[in-house]
């Protein structure tokens, strides 16, 4: 049984850095593509980053364009943890962050090609 749980969110400040983590069990990280995606009341669910199967030494990740040069998406395959480190953190960041997992062949950015997710983490900027 795959299980995602989330840690790390919670209330900043404009500018301060926050991680997220998300340990995985039931799964491996080299058959399934990760990836954090969030959402706000009122919205669908939108991809942040995503991190390729683990097939070598090649990674592909990928990142939203409103996020690209501050989040970093990241794995510890010895921990089966991924993580996603927030710098430069904005009001408009605020969300609840959720982790998720494809088992399948899919894009990175498609919200329905992934099958597996985290119960949510809240993170709140303030201005």
């Known amino acids: 049984q795959v299980q995602l749980v989330e840690s790390g969110g919670g209330l900043v400040q404009a500018g301060d850095s926050l991680r997220l983590a998300c340990a995985a069990s039931?799964?491996?990280?080299?058959?399934?593509?990760l990836a954090w995606l969030r959402q706000v009341p009122g919205k669908a669910r939108a991809f942040v980053a995503a991190?390729?199967?683990?097939?070598?030494?090649?990674?592909?990740?990928d990142y939203a364009d409103s996020v690209k040069g501050r989040f970093t998406i990241s794995r510890d395959s010895a921990k089966s943890t991924f993580y996603l480190s927030m710098n430069s953190l904005k009001p408009e960041d605020t969300a609840v962050y959720y982790c998720?997992?494809?088992?399948?062949?899919?894009?990175?950015?498609?919200?329905?090609?992934?099958?597996?997710w985290g119960q949510g983490a809240q993170v709140t900027v303030s201005s």
């Open positions: 991190i390729s199967r683990r097939l070598g030494i090649t990674v592909y990740t």
């Open positions: 998720a997992a494809r088992g399948a062949p899919g894009t990175f950015r498609t919200v329905s090609d992934y099958n597996f």
């Open positions: 039931g799964l491996t990280f080299s058959g399934h593509g």
